[in-house]
């Protein structure tokens, strides 16, 4: 339609012609273009879905997940929650970190289209390939390392950490989910948010513990950091070298609460290289300053495994310049589009 009015140099209306048309944005999807296949399961915002997503200009398909959200079922603060995912994804760029595609939103439901990993859920897979080796448990945890160090350097918070909420495809850990993460390295959660506890840091929560040494209360503290992440990392690890078995084994969130706040740990993985047993240690420092950097993670396993560091940023901008090609946009036309008004999408992103 843009097209026929500006070729055209007809009217919209009285006296009132296209000039520069303001074109759709790479991430901004078409639903035609996408075909829903197959319920993976359920998510914060309704159904996950898999399916393909054709690309504009050529005849190229790509496998993709789907988030989809029917606005009737959401409240504000979802469809808020909803938005923000998106926006958040939309910023990021790792070979670690699960490929956003894009969102449609100009009808429902909405989808929220990212690249699908072939082995899906990290804790799944790692429960049916229970005989992998210990070199390649130890190499995915430098790929979550390499994802949550990129996230970390935005700067960013992920905020929930651990092998559910990691992909597994193309032989690599991506990191995913990201409905909790918040932009800068410090974040004051609201009260009585619900956390994962089991892989929530030390200094998050506070346990009130009676004679019995049972727990009476337990409350979330207003904090979150790159520390916190950390800590989740260290669980993580234990995740990955326990074939992807639900941390503090035997225990509930209560009896976690309790035995962290008294100091246990779980014991690093016996198997693993001396050092990464230590650094799983570290991790879970009750002191956060005690505990590494993910840049320092990261460099540790990389001389462990003697697995080299790949050049990250040459890979994502030649990832994007394909993603811009097989679009109809161009980068010429998304750099006009910086400088012109927003495109009307819902409001969020």
Not at 17 to 32: A, D, K, S, Y
Not at 167 to 194: A, C, E, W
Not at 248 to 253: A, I, K, V
């Given at each position: 339609?843009?097209?026929?009015?500006?070729?055209?140099?007809?009217?919209?209306?009285?006296?009132?012609?296209?000039?520069?048309?303001?074109r759709?944005?790479?991430?901004?999807?078409?639903?035609?273009?996408?075909?829903?296949?197959?319920?993976?399961?359920?998510?914060?915002?309704?159904?996950?879905?898999?399916?393909?997503?054709?690309?504009?200009?050529c005849?190229?398909?790509?496998?993709?997940?789907?988030?989809?959200?029917?606005?009737?079922?959401?409240?504000?603060e979802?469809?808020?929650?909803f938005?923000?995912?998106?926006?958040?994804?939309?910023?990021?760029?790792?070979?670690?970190?699960?490929k956003?595609?894009?969102?449609?939103?100009?009808?429902?439901?909405?989808?929220?289209?990212?690249?699908?990993?072939?082995?899906?859920?990290?804790?799944?897979?790692?429960?049916?390939?229970?005989?992998l080796?210990?070199?390649?448990?130890?190499?995915?945890?430098?790929?979550a390392?390499?994802?949550?160090?990129?996230?970390?350097?935005?700067?960013?918070?992920?905020?929930?950490?651990?092998?559910?909420n990691?992909?597994?495809?193309?032989?690599?850990?991506?990191?995913?989910?990201?409905?909790l993460?918040?932009?800068?390295?410090?974040?004051?959660?609201?009260?009585?948010t619900?956390?994962?506890?089991?892989?929530?840091?030390?200094?998050?929560?506070?346990?009130?513990?009676?004679?019995?040494?049972?727990v009476?209360?337990?409350?979330?503290?207003?904090?979150?950091?790159?520390?916190?992440?950390?800590?989740a990392?260290?669980?993580?690890?234990w995740?990955?070298?326990?074939?992807?078995?639900?941390?503090?084994?035997?225990?509930?969130?209560?009896?976690?609460?309790a035995?962290?706040?008294?100091?246990?740990?779980?014991?690093?993985?016996?198997?693993?290289?001396?050092?990464?047993?230590?650094?799983?240690?570290?991790?879970?420092?009750?002191?956060?300053?005690?505990?590494?950097?993910?840049a320092?993670?990261?460099?540790?396993?990389?001389?462990?495994?003697?697995?080299?560091?790949?050049?990250?940023?040459?890979?994502?901008?030649?990832?994007?310049?394909?993603?811009?090609?097989?679009?109809?946009?161009?980068?010429?036309?998304?750099?006009?589009?910086?400088?012109?008004?927003?495109?009307?999408?819902?409001?969020?992103?």
């Amino acid at each position: 339609m843009l097209c026929y009015y500006q070729k055209g140099n007809s009217d919209l209306q009285d006296g009132c012609r296209i000039v520069t048309p303001i074109r759709r944005n790479f991430w901004e999807l078409e639903h035609e273009l996408i075909t829903i296949e197959k319920k993976l399961g359920e998510g914060a915002f309704g159904e996950v879905s898999s399916g393909t997503m054709r690309f504009k200009k050529c005849s190229k398909t790509v496998q993709v997940a789907v988030k989809q959200a029917k606005l009737e079922k959401l409240g504000k603060e979802q469809i808020k929650d909803f938005m923000a995912e998106a926006r958040t994804m939309r910023k990021l760029g790792h070979q670690n970190v699960v490929k956003f595609y894009g969102v449609a939103v100009m009808q429902e439901p909405l989808y929220l289209v990212m690249e699908l990993a072939s082995a899906g859920a990290l804790d799944s897979y790692l429960r049916k390939n229970m005989e992998l080796s210990v070199e390649k448990k130890t190499e995915m945890l430098l790929q979550a390392a390499w994802g949550l160090e990129y996230i970390h350097n935005k700067p960013m918070l992920h905020r929930d950490i651990a092998a559910r909420n990691c992909l597994y495809g193309d032989n690599k850990v991506k990191i995913s989910d990201f409905g909790l993460t918040r932009n800068g390295t410090i974040y004051q959660m609201k009260p009585k948010t619900k956390a994962p506890i089991k892989w929530l840091a030390i200094e998050s929560f506070k346990t009130m513990v009676n004679e019995l040494n049972e727990v009476i209360q337990n409350s979330i503290l207003q904090i979150s950091s790159q520390k916190t992440d950390i800590w989740a990392y260290g669980i993580l690890c234990w995740e990955i070298f326990n074939n992807g078995a639900d941390p503090y084994p035997g225990m509930n969130t209560s009896d976690v609460a309790a035995q962290v706040s008294s100091g246990y740990r779980m014991p690093p993985y016996q198997n693993a290289h001396p050092e990464i047993q230590t650094l799983m240690t570290k991790c879970c420092a009750e002191n956060p300053n005690d505990r590494p950097t993910m840049a320092e993670i990261a460099h540790l396993i990389q001389r462990v495994t003697g697995i080299p560091r790949p050049n990250f940023a040459a890979i994502a901008k030649k990832e994007a310049e394909e993603l811009l090609l097989m679009n109809f946009a161009t980068q010429k036309t998304q750099r006009r589009n910086r400088t012109n008004r927003k495109t009307m999408v819902p409001k969020g992103m």
